[in-house]
């Protein structure tokens, strides 16, 4: 066959494979959500009918001509896997757009490029360790200020908004407290004032809640997590249902280059279709752990939203389908020697940062995850010096329950 023939035949399958979105396959279609986690952003492969996304491993794409590109034409633009991904995630965010990037904070970043000096972010104080970095360690010197506020009573925020407030930034289940944030009244108010709620939604994930259903602007996650569920890749994204929004984050993901490549994507890809099974173990798991360790006579106190008790568990079941596999918990001794002496004794809590793998982790928020932040600041936000974080995987719920017996001794 000739060149230009076989040329002619790769533009158009890129371009027909580019212009299958998610919506080919499940427009007009209520479809459930485990349903979407299967088949959103997923079309067989026009070249070969392969039912699994190829994973596109390559820097550019052939043009007839110049400037006919049929859609691609340099990978750090666009990719047909990363396309199937963003669709994807799009879909089961319940959001119209959806952009990735080469982890969390890649993505964090370029929402944080939409302000300019001068301008004002009211950020919840239970948050991230390295999202706190980046806006206190890079963004602030560049004239944006950031206020940590608690937003455990959402009409708190109104004290704090200025003329240059031009951002609000939510974690709910907040890191590492698990702290809820009621995320509707938080929309109403960030509206009111003209401002982008941002939430990221990592500790949740798409299974247990959406954010854009309840009004929020941009939904951030570090796919690193359940999303990819393996501990197996580094990734990060954004979903969001405004147009203009969407033009200026695209153009931030492809000027600023932070993209992930076609086998990472691939990797997010895999680890969605069993996000429902995944996360209905880990809901199942987390709450027979929390409520052991609530009993245990060595804990001081136990965070996890499922708790009765818990502040704001009222919201949590309002806006929440499940209460996830993370747990946080303080001992009597609250002493960094007493909480290293129960890391160092776990066997199936693997010591690491990092959560939302199928494996359990434990960490240590105050030396690891959150090191970045001061210790006045740190403790008086409550993270205290033996808090532990558990990110409880999807093994046998006896098995961990015997695992943290044996390290609380």
């Not at 799009?90 to 080469?102: D, M, Q, R, T």
């Not at 959402?154 to 809820?180: C, F, H, Q, V």
Request: proline share 4%; with cysteine; aromatic share 8%.
């Amino acid at each position: 066959m000739h060149n230009s023939c076989l040329i002619g035949i790769v533009i158009y399958l890129c371009a027909n494979y580019q212009s299958k979105s998610v919506y080919n396959k499940m427009d007009n279609q209520n479809y459930k959500l485990a349903t979407r986690l299967i088949h959103a952003g997923v079309e067989p492969d026009p070249s070969t009918g392969a039912i699994m996304t190829p994973i596109y491993q390559t820097s550019t794409y052939v043009q007839a001509a110049p400037g006919d590109h049929k859609g691609y034409e340099y990978a750090r633009t666009q990719n047909p896997t990363r396309t199937a991904l963003q669709n994807a995630l799009a879909s089961i965010e319940n959001a119209k757009y959806g952009l990735c990037f080469g982890s969390g904070m890649a993505a964090t970043d370029a929402v944080l490029k939409l302000l300019q000096p001068g301008d004002e972010v009211i950020v919840s104080n239970d948050l991230y360790g390295g999202t706190y970095r980046i806006m206190t360690k890079v963004f602030a010197h560049y004239g944006i200020k950031f206020s940590f506020i608690s937003m455990q009573n959402a009409g708190d925020i109104e004290g704090y908004i200025t003329s240059k407030t031009r951002m609000l930034w939510i974690e709910t289940p907040t890191n590492p407290l698990l702290n809820i944030i009621d995320i509707a009244a938080c929309a109403q108010i960030a509206h009111a004032h003209n401002m982008i709620l941002v939430c990221d939604n990592t500790f949740a994930s798409p299974y247990l809640q959406n954010p854009i259903d309840l009004g929020t602007d941009i939904v951030l996650h570090s796919a690193t997590k359940y999303l990819g569920g393996h501990s197996d890749v580094v990734h990060g994204c954004l979903l969001l249902n405004d147009p203009t929004l969407e033009e200026r984050l695209r153009f931030m993901q492809n000027s600023c280059g932070a993209v992930p490549g076609p086998h990472d994507c691939w990797l997010v890809l895999r680890g969605i279709k069993t996000l429902h099974i995944r996360m209905q173990r880990h809901c199942e798991n987390g709450e027979a752990v929390a409520k052991y360790l609530e009993q245990h006579p060595k804990v001081a106190k136990v965070y996890w939203a499922g708790f009765p008790h818990h502040p704001n568990h009222d919201i949590a079941k309002k806006q929440m389908r499940g209460f996830g596999g993370m747990i946080s918990f303080t001992l009597k001794d609250d002493s960094i020697e007493a909480a290293m002496s129960v890391l160092t004794r776990t066997k199936l809590f693997s010591l690491a940062e990092s959560l939302g793998g199928v494996e359990s982790l434990i960490g240590h928020p105050a030396t690891m995850t959150h090191g970045s932040i001061p210790r006045e600041e740190r403790i008086k936000n409550g993270l205290s010096d033996s808090l532990i974080r558990l990110s409880v995987g999807i093994e046998d719920a006896d098995d961990l329950i015997a695992d943290l017996a044996t390290a609380l001794v």
